[in-house]
Every structure is written in structure tokens, then in C-alpha cells.
């Protein structure tokens, strides 16, 4: 199972990173200061590091140029406030992988990091999921083109509707309050009294079918 260590001192924001990752099937484990994440990703012992650039006692910048000089290559994500191109570029020229802007949605993080693991090593998936491929009875959604295949027809989703369906499938049989959804799918900054989701869910159960998706009255929705 694939390892990651995420360096971010606001601890909601690594709560929610956590969360949403060892969700998806991987094992995660945080840190909020410089030191203590310059000191971890040496040991070699993580397959993956996102980075804020904002710790305390040693700048997250010094830390990913640090840990370059010294050799180490564990795949760098960058996620910060600092959203200038000079520091898109100096962290990107500084030896990171990829960089991402806050506030962020954690559909495209996970985007992100599945891309550094399938350029790393393209036979690796987490929890023995293919990282390009679900599947769940006669359901297969392809992560990649952002298709479902259901009685052998391909058709094609939208980003939204494609979260909500891997949230869905990752979750067999469990409820999940529209926060949860709201909060797996479209990230941090969400209103609470928003009917988005529930406009989702029926766009999506036209292309898969009502019957898929159940509504549980006062709680939420379940893949059936």
C-alpha cells in the first residue's frame, strides 16, 4: 500500500487531505513543521510527500530544496496559498513535482497524486484497486477518459458526475450524508444548504440508472 506524507500545518486541511486519501486506499501520515518534514521524507520510508509551503520553523521551499540536494526523490506535490507564477516556478525549477494552488478540491489532488504514482511505477494501485480502473458488479469506470461502461455502452461523464460515481464506489452500501459528499467531491469551501449535490445525483442516475443510486430519506445516498 502506497505511502504518503503530508506537510501542512492547518490541521483541518490535513484532517480533510488525510481523510479523502486513505479513503481512496492509501496510508497517510501528517506533520505540521518544517523539521519534522524534512526529517521524514529522508527516511525514505513514504512513496509520496504533499508539501505546503508555508511550515513553521523551516519554510516547506527550503524543505523541497534541501531534500533535492541531498538526492532524495520521492515525488514532491506542492499545495499552498501562494499562488504567484514566481513561485509556481521557482518550486517547479526547485525540483517539485507538480503544484497546486489553494483553496483546492480534492477531486483534482487526487487526480494529481494518482498521476505521480502511475508515472512512477504504472503496474502500482492502491488497496490492489487498478489506478486506472473500478469496478464494481457490472459497473467499470475508467478514471482516465472519464467514461462508464454499464451493459457493454461506454458513456461519458462529466468531472462532477465521475467524483460523485468513484465516491460512490469506493463507498459500496454506505451511506453518505450530502456533507460528506459535498465535502469529498467538491472540496473544502462548500455551502452546507447547497442542492448541488442532489442536481448531480440526477444527472448521474440518468446515465446509470435510478436504481443505482438510493436515496435514504434523512440520512443521505447509497450505491446499491
Known sequence: MSRILIAEDDRGIADFIQRGLESAGYTCEVTDSGPAAFALARTGDYDLMIL?????????????????????SVPIIVL??????????????????????????FAELLARVRLRFAAANPSSSPAGIDSTRMTRHDMVLDLRTQRVKIDERWKDLSRREMGLLETFMRHPGQILSRAQLLSMVWGMNFDPGS??????????????????????????????
Open 80 to 105: 499552498t496559498a501562494r499562488t504567484k507564477i514566481e513561485e509556481r516556478v521557482r518550486s517547479l525549477e526547485s525540483g517539485a513535482d507538480d503544484y497546486m494552488p489553494k483553496p483546492f478540491q
Open 52 to 72: 505546503d509551503l508555508g511550515l513553521p520553523h523551516m519554510d516547506g521551499a527550503e524543505v523541497l530544496t534541501q531534500l533535492r540536494a541531498l538526492g532524495v
Open 195 to 224: 442542492n448541488v449535490v442532489d442536481v448531480y445525483i440526477r444527472t448521474l442516475r440518468k446515465k446509470i440508472g435510478a436504481e443505482r443510486i438510493e436515496t435514504v430519506r434523512g440520512s443521505g445516498y447509497r450505491l446499491r
